[in-house]
């Protein structure tokens, strides 16, 4: 069934500081990835998609409805997994999802198959009686997109789902969400830009509280008026292109030489190679420093 959830001139401030400032968009099924750098906006964004804080100004609908106005009609289409998320870390597992379930107004019977059905798909299967405090981090996550998925919810928001994890979790996690997507509206929001390359069919660049490009990873890349170039050049003269161009990586060459990937409108040098521009790029291109001190960490 096709839904709509719309956000009309939506405005949050917090005193004289807005913390998201007249943005408008409508996202209907499919997987969109909110992407920009700590501070960007996106909890704040979530968390009024959740109603759990009032815009200052502007609307959100859900089908043509405003969500606030709907309350509890609204909850019951919506399944939520904060950053940080409590349990009690004496239940195990399964009696965790059956408390949820029971705060969500779910029969008993039906959230009991439905909690042992989403413990198999989320692969916890045979940690259903595991003590919630003795889960790795991944398997706390999936633990979490389990409590988010007990209501079968047509939306479900998932606010920096893989903050934490190694690499190896965070792509099962990514396997996970894209698996659960089906008909639904799946809204993920992440500093991180390989959680949402391959699996959003829209991506929302947000920085400063404002949406500044919404579209495919690849319309994002297109959109870029810079090119990547790779080139060699002594270590002595690193600081230099450090400061002049916008450099995406350097590599420690040989005979003390360094491998620098730089993007720019022109070539930095004249021995310099053009190579692909990719995602990545582009968040640092349209995020610039704070990108780069992300990505650093």
């Known amino acids: 069934m096709l839904m709509a959830l719309s956000l009309h001139n939506l405005t949050k401030r917090y005193g004289k500081t807005a913390g998201v400032k007249n943005v408008s968009l409508t996202l209907t099924t499919g997987v969109y990835g909110l992407l920009g750098v700590n501070g960007a906006g996106k909890t704040t964004l979530m968390r009024m998609v959740c109603i759990l804080t009032r815009p200052t100004s502007g609307r959100i609908t859900f089908d043509g409805q405003d969500i606030f106005t709907m309350g509890e009609a609204y909850r019951q289409q919506l399944g939520y997994l904060p950053q940080d998320f409590g349990f009690y870390p004496d239940l195990n ?13 779910l029969r008993a019977d039906f959230a009991k198959r439905r909690t042992f059905d989403l413990l198999e798909q989320v692969g916890l ?30 939306i479900l928001i998932l606010d920096e789902p893989t903050a934490g994890l190694d690499p190896s979790e965070r792509i099962r996690f990514r396997n996970l969400i894209s698996e659960l997507s089906g008909n639904r509206l799946v809204l993920l929001s992440t500093h991180i830009v390989s959680d949402v390359e ?11 509280g404002q949406f500044i490009f919404t579209g495919t990873s690849e319309e994002i890349v297109a959109s870029l008026d810079k090119r ?18 916008l450099v995406a990586n350097v590599k420690t060459a040989p005979h003390g030489a360094t491998e620098l990937r730089v993007l720019s409108g022109y070539p930095p040098t004249p021995q310099a190679q053009e190579t692909g ?10 995020f610039g420093t704070k990108a780069k001190e992300i990505q650093s960490c």
Do not use: C
Request: charged fraction near 15%.
């Open 277 to 286: 521009v990719t995602l990545e790029d582009a968040f640092l291109i349209y």
């Open 198 to 208: 391959f699996i959003a069919n829209t991506i929302i660049l947000m920085n400063q």
């Open 125 to 154: 299967k045979d940690s259903a009686k595991t003590r919630m405090r003795n889960l790795s981090g991944g398997m706390v996550r999936r633990v979490g997109i389990a409590q988010a998925m007990l209501n079968d919810p047509r």
């Open 228 to 245: 990547a170039w790779v080139f060699t050049v002594p270590q002595s003269q690193v600081g230099h292109y450090l400061e002049q161009f």
């Open 93 to 105: 597992v399964v009696d965790y999802l059956m408390y949820i379930a029971s705060l969500k107004g």
